[in-house]
């Protein structure tokens, strides 16, 4: 390679993935979202005068997605003018029976997208090769990385050689991964004998540069409020082939994402507490893209816990979606007798709330959440 090579790297689009907390409406908005995330990485290629795209495995959900999806997925590539080099992950693995061998997939895929299907190098431009490492189940018994590049010699003189990987890195696993993980020292010994130029890794959804030479792209778009520095696509220079390496490399990310999932924990015990979570609420923007998991912990009077449900549900109409998260939602009742006694309630009502407080005074935080209610519906209807 006498010249510099521009190219496009990504990963996980997974593409017909369901996110049942956005509801009908936000999965609808989201799943779009996904595919145009797609259509503009082409305009990036187009953009950056890149030479290819790699998207470095989970380009579908898993096998068995919908024919609907398969189509809009062929749509989508159409909008990539490059050719594209799709690597199969865990999710779409090729496995008997998967998406890759399908009519759906075989009869409108554009000509001009790749799977991989093995590890032979492969030039993709003059003077670049890709070799890839495409799983083929979703429990593999070894590196899943390493049949890429484990028996390849140094890249002839002139070649520019880029690995496509899919998996999680021993060390950023935390010993967690119930498969077998890519040996990070193995990756970085095959690039400093030659044999590998860049490093394009998928399965981990942020962002992540491990090396100068070895990366994870990121999702196209948002999956989750863990992820941080999700909805790139990275654009890659390698500068022409000397000696062992390309003499420079740079490596952009590119935001090509639209959706933002977050994460917020609230500590409410009075007015002002709940008047800075409005603010928060008020303060993000782009709502209509936004889902927020709210965590929340405290004790509220009846009116501001009342105020608080309002609130929540109101946010729930206007953001994509506004989830309770249960696992961390313990704002207590904390009733004024005042209050309740405000209702003016009388008969069967009336015994039920004394029945109810009664209940609460012996620690039943269940006939807290029934007073609160009793609450919102006696104001609301009064």
Known sequence: MNDSITFLHSSDWQLGMMRRFLGPDGQARWAQ???????????????????????TGDVFEHNQVERQTILRACEALKRIEVPVVLLPGNHDALEPGSLWSSAQWSGHAPDHVIV???????????????????WRSRRPVSDPAAPGYAE????PAGT??????????????????????IDQAALEAAVADGRLHYVGLGDRHS????????????????????????????????????AKLPATIEVEPIRVGAWHMVEHHAELYDEESLT???????????????????????????????RLDAMVDAQGEVFASVERWAKFWTVRPAPDAADLDALQLSGPAR??????????????EGAGAALTLMHRLARDAG
């Not at 390849?152 to 890249?155: E, G, R, S, T, V």
């Not at 050689?161 to 993980?181: E, N, W």
Request: proline share 7%; charged share 25%.
């Open 160 to 181: 520019t050689r880029i690995l496509l990987a899919h998996g999680q890195l021993t060390s950023l696993s935390g010993g967690m991964s119930d498969v077998p993980t």
């Open 152 to 155: 390849l010699k140094p890249a």
């Open 33 to 55: 979202a996904r595919l145009d995330a797609v259509m503009r990485i082409g305009d990036v290629a187009k953009d950056s005068g890149a030479a290819f795209v790699v998207v």
């Open 276 to 306: 800075a979570l409005e603010d928060f609420f008020a303060e993000l923007p782009e709502k209509e893209r936004t889902y927020v998991r709210l965590a929340a912990d405290g004790s509220l009077p009846l009116p501001l816990l009342s």
């Open 207 to 242: 962002t992540t540069e491990v090396t100068e030479r070895i990366w994870f792209s990121g999702t196209q778009e948002v999956t989750a409020p863990e992820e941080t520095h999700p909805g790139n696509v990275l654009k890659v220079t390698l500068g022409p082939a000397k």
């Open 116 to 134: 991989v299907t093995d590890s032979r190098p492969f030039e993709i431009v003059p003077g670049v090769e890709i070799v890839g490492a495409p």
């Open 351 to 364: 015994a039920a709330m004394e029945e109810l407080r009664q209940a609460l005074a012996g620690g039943d």
